[in-house]
């Protein structure tokens, strides 16, 4: 299908809804940047800026039911899947209002109610147990998709390659997003891999590899969407690279040095939520009043979490003893 | 019914699997016709009742772990067979830092029952086939340990090892299943019992007195508690009177029966398999001597595998293993001296 | 000079990079131009001077630590770095099935002097990057344990380790590195030292004592010995004498050094950071109870992290963690009670 | 080239060495399986029986520093590499005579000093190693190669993914030679992967995948000297598959039922010593004689082995305790 006639097909308000979660996501993660800087929030984060149409594109593509999980870089997951920012943003202050508690903390978003796993930092940690959430789907006999999204770093790990065989093996209703943003800690892909698409590693299964525009959420959004009703009906996994870049360090601390500037430059030319919403104005689904205000209350929904998350109880030191066995006291 | 640990593990699971359909085992090489039933025989035939649920896989152990742990999350009931506890090393990431860990992180919200089956034992293969992983475990919060001596013990902790919420890791002994014919152990000891037909469970964290005594405690699991009971029997002949329990479990640890034990005998001997560096004789040791030193008349022993590998040869394993002799020789050293 | 534990690193990588030119260093993000020197910072531009030695590597820790095994095998000198020690368990079985036993499987053939560098410690990372991972290579014959909590000694350690002909596990302590500027760790403890300009090292299985005492003895290694030590000076304030000993090494343990001062105090205290059950403290605990026993006139204290993994909150993390006024109240409360 | 102009361009000589390595190892495999069923071996083995050509052409294409890593199924590794009957058989048997003071026993054979590792039983767990091997070589400037033996089933190893992946970006002088004997224990490569050649799995790393004939000789020699000789120019490592086949159980106490017979029989048509065999005779390369002496000298050497081997001494019990640090006693 052409670009045109699939901007018909879903229609202004879905695509209004694209904008809306892809602006949340920018401005959560430009807002915290502050609160870090400024030293108000414990912990390190890692942020999702110019990943959005990832997130965003997959998580729209997704039931109500599906799940998703998510790594050491999980705001936009979170959010794109339907987290609210107050529990988010408490779990980021530790207070006993997060979505984990304050046990988890950034690296550990999730709330499986509105089908986010806790996310897992360990990279290519979560690979495995996204199969194995799949596998559960299908022995239940439920029509359900999990969706595991990973780095390009995380294909290199080990837990990858067994993933990735098993569910093609076990047919799991699986699919496997990697965001391709090219580096990753600090280390160029380039200097990790000697292939140029990641997706082709799918080969090595006997399953389909897929590679979509990580800089358009449209672009996601129909091949994530592809995969995931495959997978729904029998059809197994898929690999799914989206081709992508983050615009901020690969953590808080780190101002992303070894990144030449040309290539920032020529991703930034691309950046997901700017380009979307020259398509928005230009096709005459939005004027800029509207998005200013879609802007404005997304302003506003932050800075209420941030008071609620600031006024939410901080746990009790020994809440620590907590939360381990769900059938027993610690035991000392 | 007699039936041997092999034997009433696997009866257990088929019991499971038919009480609960949430329940699946995975692993490499449990189901194939024509197959092996896992290393071990646990799992033989019970491919032609459940073949849905009785998965083989590829040799992929962070693969195996990683689908319990994500299956277990949704709300299934896995058990997972690794062929030797050793490729544990393989998962460690999925045990230890997912499947420990996801509860936890999660703020209590989600739960992770996953029953994980391991078989030890020094038994004739080397090093990288022969290790007692149990030590390893007990520094892992999150998991609990069971290491059932008897058929009738396996029979109860497995089954309520997959009725609990929490991930549980039930390590097997090689030498005690009982296997039969071509897949019989060299040295294997007889660990059958008697199983009631009957639906019972056996409670995680209880240990039991396998031979009451008042002049020693000795403390073990698994192979060690008959090489334990064995030597109980030589110095009761000598008239030396050993009280023996089997931990049964390793975490939670009951130490509330080995005090009352040490507190009556006034002293204790621990026996395991593994290396005594860092072993569980450690932790037990810890526990008596911060809680109840005054009761203790002597120092407290612990009787274990040298701070080594496992070595190959027949004679050099043998030394390797505590033995029934060495158990008693410490024993009565101990009560000699004190 | 006076330098950071970071800065005495990167000096002892450099200084044994330039001695030997079979020393190299594998690992994620060590080398890469305007990044950021391992996690840490400790590798930080040693590149520029070895590009050949200071190997980049994919995200691949069962790569990397085979990598390093069998260039040590081959007769290199590999130093491996693994950004957080948490990630050990990704490579596990490298490390423990491999590295550890290969030599003993050869029949001591072969020899595999690897360095492996692993950061520790619970700083406000959640669970996955927080654990203190000693206990479970305690448990793990074939690997010596070291564990620096000062500039001069991780100086003299580390290159004691690259000269050691067995694998060496350094444990280095994330609030104790002394990292600058943006890659400061909240919550950091000054642990630099002044660098002699000569060629020393610091033999492994040697304690030290960081203060001497008369009335308790507090063992610790990391971040617990600064903790130790500030217990120890209020506790000195109120007429309690403790002395400190830095275990610098876990494996092999000086327990004569340990033995020596519990002798004189009479009083033992172990303290560490990781979960209580299984840990260093048990395996302290058992052999000072089990060999000098009639010395101690109060109970072993282990003072440990609970038996949960880390949380994130601020105020449970604290919680978590042992803190000075936590040792010195236990120190107290048995002096009090004794 | 064809296969007639090899033969002579590789001469009798080097011919005649295939089948006498050949023989060797179907012999002792043969001779130890009785020792096993009769007890008097301790342990438990895992036999090569039908794969011989694979160790035999690999290990004929290697240097003497080049350096080779096994598994749990080492002995045809073993013998090809030049391992003696009597340090292998000895191992067996636990003395101290054998190649590893009998603290290995079969499934950790190894004699660096000959270019062999001690075999690792961990499935997956020698390519890393290999991967370091290597890497020494190429830091150290030597013009050395290390090969990794392994099977169909460990190439579902994450172990595998990480090695290949690494060895590709690291340019070491490997080559993996995953021996598909079409079963991992009971399991067969169907039932585990979606794909018909292990070799394409190559192409992830972007380096070379190769297939050659396991149950002919020539072919893998030809195969592997290509690799190995590439490795050695800087050329970086190979994945090469063997399509094989073993002609008995898994390990000692294993029957094999569930490999259907005729896929057991189509293998046992292409015997690589018995078709390498007539080709002899049929070449004029040797006669009926020549290839009988040399089976009946291997049969005494077999003899005089299991003499060596059960006249050696045990270890002390207390041997235990040696063999551990290069550096220090086994701490208490
Ligand atoms: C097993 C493991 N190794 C290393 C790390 C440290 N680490 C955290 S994020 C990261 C980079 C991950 O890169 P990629 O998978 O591409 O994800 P990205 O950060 O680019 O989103 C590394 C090396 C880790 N968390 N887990
Ligand atoms: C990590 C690990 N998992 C499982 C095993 C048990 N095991 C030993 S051999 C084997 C099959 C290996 O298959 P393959 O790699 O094809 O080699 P083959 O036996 O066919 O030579 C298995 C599962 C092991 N030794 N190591
Ligand atoms: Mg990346
Ligand atoms: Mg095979």
Redesign the pocket.
Known sequence: MEHEDIIKELGKEKLIGFYTKMVKIRSFEERIRFLFLEGKMPGTI?QYIGMEANAVGVCSALQKDDVIAS???PHGHAIARGLSFNEIMAELYGRTTGCCRGKGGSMHLGNLEKGMLTAI?????NLPIVVGMSLAFKLMKQNRVAVSF?????SN?GSFHESLNMAAVLNTPSVFVC?N?Q???STSIKKVMKIENIADRARSYGIEGVIADGMDVIDVYIHAKDAIEKARKGGGPTLLELKTF?FCG?SRRDPGSYIPKEEKESWQRKDPINNFKKLLLNEGLAGEDELDDINNLIEKELDESIIFAQESPEPAPEDTLKDLYATMEVPE | MILSIAEALRKAIYDEMERDDKVFHIGEDIGIEGGFGGAFTVTLGLEKSFRDRIIDTPISEIGIFGAACGAAVMGMRPIVDVQYGDFLFCAMDQVANQIAKLRYMSGGKIKVPVVMRAPVGVTGRGSQHAQNMEPYFLSCPGIKIIAPSTAYDAYGLLKAAVRDDDPVLIFEHKLLYGAKGARKEEGAIDASSEIPDEDYTIPIGKAIVRKEGKDATIISHLLMVHHSLQAAKTLEKEGISCEVIDLRSLWPLDIGLISESVKKTGRLFIVEESPKQGGIGAEVSAQIAETIPDHLISPIVRIAAPNTPAPFSPVMEKFYIPQPERISKEVRKIIEEY
Do not use: M
Request: hydrophobic letters at 25%.
């Open positions: 890692h790594t050491h870089r930092a360990i990279v290519g940690g990973f780095g390009d770093g995380a790990e965001e943003n580096y990753g800690a983050r690969h």
